[in-house]
């Protein structure tokens, strides 16, 4: 599972240097295309935080550009999804709402 709050549409540099360090571990570059080196048995479920409330944050794209960045990464390491959960209006909230948790779980246990 990876976590990452959304940072103007995308994840904050921290993650993002996590990627460039480990792409010479997840990812095989030869002279052709990039060839993952993980195994699609192993499986990545992505949950994003923004302040901006649901629909804006959908319409602005804010959740789905640090969603899209995460999938990225994974998708050339060859893991599979188990799924995204993006947290809109997150600004006020000391933790995570109930259904949050409950999307989070259904999609670790089907897993």
């Known amino acids: 599972m990876l976590a990452a709050p959304t940072y103007w549409a995308n994840v904050p ?3 993002k240097n996590m990627f460039d360090r480990l792409v010479g571990t997840v990812i095989e570059a030869g002279s052709g295309y990039p ?12 949950l994003t935080a923004c302040n901006a409330p649901f629909p ?7 959740s789905g550009g640090t ?8 998708k050339y390491s060859g893991m599979k999804p188990m799924g995204c959960v993006a947290f809109a209006g997150a600004k006020d909230s000391a933790a ?3 259904h949050i948790q409950k999307k989070l779980e259904n999609r670790w246990t089907q897993h």
């Open 35 to 46: 060839q993952p080196r993980l195994a699609p048995k192993q499986q990545y479920l992505l």
């Open 67 to 74: 969603l899209r960045a995460m999938k990225t990464f994974f």
């Open 56 to 62: 804006v944050s959908w319409l602005t794209g804010q």
């Open 96 to 98: 995570l709402p109930q």
């Open 13 to 15: 540099a921290v993650v």
